[in-house]
């Protein structure tokens, strides 16, 4: 209905000179070169954030390494002295491929093996170019994955601290991948 009142889509504006157009696009290309400045250096302040947090990540890794070795001596330990309290007649050789597997189920070589990949992969990654903040992501979900196994597997206080350190780190990343294009 208003579309049909006289003059309802007449406008009045006269088309804008060339000395207003020149003045625009250059407010405009002042305003795109000192956007891209700022994130120019918002990225080398997230990158510099990104290298702290995966030394933090790594130095945690390398406590993991040093702790691992007492952790599988103490379930070994454990299992010794459960067996020990066992009145019943046990074949050694049977409860010897049991402590195996059991060892090796609770093994966590292969998430911190992977773990490392993935934080060189990261900063590999980080160091291109060209826009990667998509797989950055995607590579902080496969180290939060190993992290969480380790804890799963960890079985000892120690390395459940360090776990939940490793996990906060890893947080503070991917909150900071939520900046990155």
């Known amino acids: 209905m208003a579309v049909r009142l006289p003059d309802a889509l007449k406008s009045e504006k006269e088309a804008i000179g060339e000395e207003e ?21 918002e990225g080398e302040a997230l990158e510099k954030d990104f290298v702290h947090r995966l030394t933090q ?8 390494k040093t702790l691992d070795p ?8 454990k299992l010794n002295a459960a067996l020990e309290q066992l009145e019943a007649d046990i074949d050694r050789n049977r409860f010897e491929q049991e402590l195996i597997y059991y060892l090796e189920k609770y093994d966590i ?8 990949n993935h934080i060189d992969y990261f900063k590999e990654i980080m160091g ?17 994955r190993e992290i969480n196994t380790i804890g799963s597997k960890a079985n000892h206080a120690g390395l459940q ?21």
């Not at 990540?57 to 993991?64: G, P, Y």
């Not at 291109?128 to 939060?144: D, S, T, V, Y």
């Not at 601290?161 to 294009?181: H, S």
């Open 21 to 41: 157009t020149k003045a625009v696009l250059s407010l405009f290309k002042a305003t795109v070169e000192k956007v891209n400045q700022h994130r120019s250096k």
């Open 57 to 64: 990540l790594t130095e945690l890794l390398e406590e993991v």
């Open 109 to 116: 070589t292969e998430e911190k093996v992977r773990l490392a």
């Open 128 to 144: 291109q170019q060209q826009p990667n903040g998509k797989k950055l992501g995607f590579i902080a979900q496969e180290m939060g």
């Open 161 to 181: 601290k360090i776990v939940v350190q490793m996990k906060d780190e890893l947080e503070k990343v991917k909150e900071q991948l939520l900046n990155v294009l």
């Open 70 to 77: 007492e952790r599988k001596a103490k379930v070994k330990e």
